[in-house]
């Protein structure tokens, strides 16, 4: 039986979240909401086994790694009397319908 590392360990599960993540959205896509949520719930359960794993680890002396972290940018604020940027142009207007003349019977009434 081979052994993991904490790196190995975290790499593991996250390919396995990605991999569940991938199966739920395909059950969005397929409109089947309960094997989606199952997915999900399937996610949750990876991560709470993993953070409790992590924690044991970590009780038993392992000097935790800094796991870097992917930045987020934040949005850009405008400073006070800087204009908003432009929106694209509204599509063209659709032409109004004319009323459709009626066309007298052929057939005798």
């Known amino acids: ?22 199966e739920a959205n395909q059950w969005v896509l397929k409109r089947d909401v309960h094997a989606a949520a199952s997915s999900l719930a399937a996610i949750d359960a990876v991560e709470r ?10 009780s038993l002396g392992e000097q935790p790694e800094v796991i870097p972290t992917k930045k987020v940018k934040p949005f850009k604020r405008r400073k006070p009397g800087e204009q908003p940027t432009s ?5 063209p207007v659709v032409r109004k319908r004319e009323k ?3 066309i007298p019977s052929a057939v005798g009434e």
Request: no cysteine; proline share 5%.
């Open 49 to 58: 086994l993993s953070h409790r794993v992590m924690a044991r680890v970590y």
């Open 87 to 91: 929106l694209p142009e509204p599509a």
């Open 100 to 102: 459709v003349r009626e």
């Open 1 to 22: 039986m081979k052994t993991l590392d904490l790196a190995e360990f975290r790499a593991l599960v996250e390919e396995f979240k990605d991999d569940l993540q991938r």
